[in-house]
């Protein structure tokens, strides 16, 4: 019944930006948590970024000071906010929340959005 949907994905230059967003959206009664994955060819899937319920937010060494999480609860939206890009920031980029439906606490994903940093 749940459904996060993504955009914002694309192709941009090194230093540039980009900013993502992931919509839930269906019946969605509680939200404990929302973040960020990516996924790097030959490379292992790395957490980027979290935010829970309370607005506590946390970032993978690699991308502090350059990615800011955000969320707008009324929508339940999460962002993430890409500067100085480089293109080790390549990967397909996966959100995901833990919500309460219907159905118990459970973690549901977005579809996958391709971000491409290259000159």
């Known amino acids: 019944q749940v459904q996060l949907v993504e955009s914002g994905g694309g192709l941009v230059q090194p230093g540039g930006s980009l900013r993502l967003s992931c919509a839930a959206s269906?019946?969605?009664?509680?939200?404990?948590?929302m973040g960020w994955y990516r996924q790097a060819p030959e490379k292992q899937r790395e957490l980027v970024a979290t935010?829970?319920?309370?607005?506590?937010?946390n970032y993978a060494d690699s991308v502090k000071g350059r990615f800011t999480i955000s969320k707008d609860n009324a929508k339940n939206t999460v962002y993430l906010q890409m500067n100085s890009l480089n293109p080790e920031d390549t990967a397909v980029y996966y959100c995901?929340?833990?919500?309460?439906?219907?159905?118990?606490?459970?973690?549901?994903w977005g579809q996958g959005t391709q971000v491409t940093v290259s000159s």
């Open positions: 995901y929340a833990n919500l309460r439906s219907f159905t118990p606490k459970s973690r549901y």
């Open positions: 935010i829970n319920s309370g607005g506590t937010t």
């Open positions: 269906g019946s969605i009664f509680e939200t404990y948590a």
